[in-house]
């Protein structure tokens, strides 16, 4: 198990630009969050799934970001149209809900986006 | 909405000191209180979970305390090293989520 993986580590773009993030989680964890992290700041909630199903997201995903788990496995997080203001580090996490309650959340290495 | 501060949010400490990391949270109803720790440009490592039943849990130097009353977390740190530098973020789970403070940039100097 290689823990949850982020592709790319780094990516820049141009105002305006569309970008796709992939995370890949722990295997067997039934549930994938994403979080974006401003410098200096903690990371913010954005949207999460269990399994295939988004179950909920935050008023920070705009309609311009959009996520995707098809089958339950791997998530991509696009963002169209990208701005400045959409500069930070995209974290993925992954868990598994269990009988002990814990729900315990793994985060990947996240990617870096820079907007010029 | 659940807001979770930490301070201070810079810290400098000679080695072998002990390291006392402060967390407050509004939101009395938390299902658990994870700590992370950051270093610079990377993810997040996991360091120390409590659930609400729990007052503290220790692993290794790390001792993290919940006192849900007072709606405040510490995590103490023994004997600091040089490696132990790094941003500490906690965070509270009341849902699916994790709220996050804005955590704690610490210097251990040799």
């Known amino acids: 198990d290689t823990g949850v993986s982020q592709d790319p580590r780094h990516k820049i773009t141009k105002r305006g630009q569309n970008v796709t993030f992939r995370c890949d989680p722990i295997?067997?964890?039934?549930?994938l969050y994403w979080y974006r992290q401003t410098l200096g700041q903690g990371p913010e909630f954005l949207t999460y799934f269990q399994n295939e199903a988004q179950l909920e997201k935050s008023r920070l995903l705009s309609d311009r970001f959009s996520a995707e788990r098809p089958k339950g496995s791997f998530s991509t997080l696009e963002i169209q149209r990208t701005e400045q203001g959409d500069s930070a580090m995209y974290l993925c996490?992954?868990?598994?809900?269990?009988?002990?309650?814990?729900?315990?959340?793994?985060f990947g290495a996240g990617t870096r986006l820079s907007v010029l | 909405k659940q807001e979770v501060t930490q301070i201070p949010a810079a810290l400098s400490v000679p080695e072998g000191e002990n390291l006392v990391l402060n967390c407050s949270f509004t939101d009395s109803a938390i299902y658990n209180l994870q700590w992370f720790r950051q270093d610079p440009g990377k993810g997040l490592t996991s360091l120390l979970l409590?659930?609400?039943?729990?007052r503290e849990q220790t692993s290794g130097r790390l001792n993290a305390s919940l006192d849900k009353s007072s709606g405040r977390s510490t995590l103490y740190i023994a004997a600091s090293q040089p490696g132990d530098s790094a941003t500490y973020l906690c965070?509270?789970?009341?849902?699916?989520?994790?709220?996050f403070g804005g955590g704690t940039r610490v210097l251990v100097k040799p």
């Open positions: 996490a992954s868990s598994q809900t269990g009988g002990d309650g814990k729900n315990i959340q793994y």
């Open positions: 965070s509270e789970a009341a849902g699916n989520k994790l709220t």
């Open positions: 409590i659930q609400s039943s729990q």
């Open positions: 295997s067997e964890h039934n549930r």
